[in-house]
């Protein structure tokens, strides 16, 4: 599965109609979102498709249907964004939208149910326990041990995330994550290897792009390093093992297909350095399109440049209603 090679899709830009990039809106992703929207809109012009800006934070979703939209790429990232509220609007308006549809992005958004479905189904994710206050936390690292991760259930780009090696730093661990989030997920740290792999839908099937294998440094892979910064590694061809990188990427379109993702997404991957058994950590279902993000990284290495990825998806926008 490693060998992955895209063709791009031969499709008229007309036909996708007038389109929406939705991007910007109100979460603590915004900047990000900005940065995405805008690479993905300059794209999608230069490739002749009719598309315009769009921030929900700044109009009512409505002036879709006024304006006649025909479809929605949303770049929009975090809550009201990629939580399924903005995609359960778009089905009530009946324009169709790239990526997963309302309960696969609600579920995916939070870490908590997310795990707990992967978990049921056999999926391997570190052990974690939903905390309510500091001395929880506290209990959570004598449980599952240092170090150990705590952050938001709720939240992307590592916001409000700690990584936490003694009792005395949980209070001020819990803080941060609560601020963003009531719920509160700690999370065992796995020490090794950290590797995303983007999924794509080619010809109706979920197909894994190429791993990435991140070196950032101190291993610090924070917000500022992830988007603002040039000191990280990002090694696609990953430099893996074709055999480790196969089951990367056999696990992941699974937990694709578990949580029922559609359109794209990128899953976080870390490979335990000890045993080399990869635990899945998270799902993105509106992954980053930056000049830093790494689905554009992987495409490109499997053959489809930016503007093509961008028109790919796209072309897949679609309503639940239909793809049932």
Known sequence: MSQVHLQPLRIDPASLGKVAVLFGGTSAEREVSIMSGTGVLQALQSAGVNAFAFDPAERPLEDLRTEGVDRCFIALHGRGGEDGTVQGALELLKIPYTGSGVMASSIAMDKIMTKRIWRFEGLPTPDWRMVSSADECVHALAVLGA?????????????????????????????????????????????????????????????????????????????????????????????????????????????????????????????RQSDRQPFLLEINTSPGMTGHSLVPMSARVAGLSYEQLCVHLLASASLDSTTR
């Open 147 to 271: 170090p150990m991760i705590v952050k938001p259930a709720r939240e992307g780009s590592s916001i409000g995330l700690t990584k936490v090696t003694d009792p005395a730093q949980c209070a001020a661990a819990y803080a941060a994550a609560a601020q963003h989030d009531p719920e509160v997920l700690c999370e065992q740290f796995i020490e090794g290897e950290e590797t995303t792999c983007p999924v794509l839908i080619v010809e109706g099937h979920a197909q894994a792009l190429p791993v990435i294998r991140i070196v950032a440094p101190g291993g610090n892979y924070d917000y500022q390093n992830k988007y603002f910064t040039d000191e990280v590694q990002y090694l696609c061809p990953s430099g893996l093992d074709a055999d480790e990188e196969a089951e990367i990427q056999r696990q992941v379109v699974r937990a694709f297909r578990t949580l029922g993702c559609r359109g794209w997404a990128r899953a976080d991957v870390m490979i």
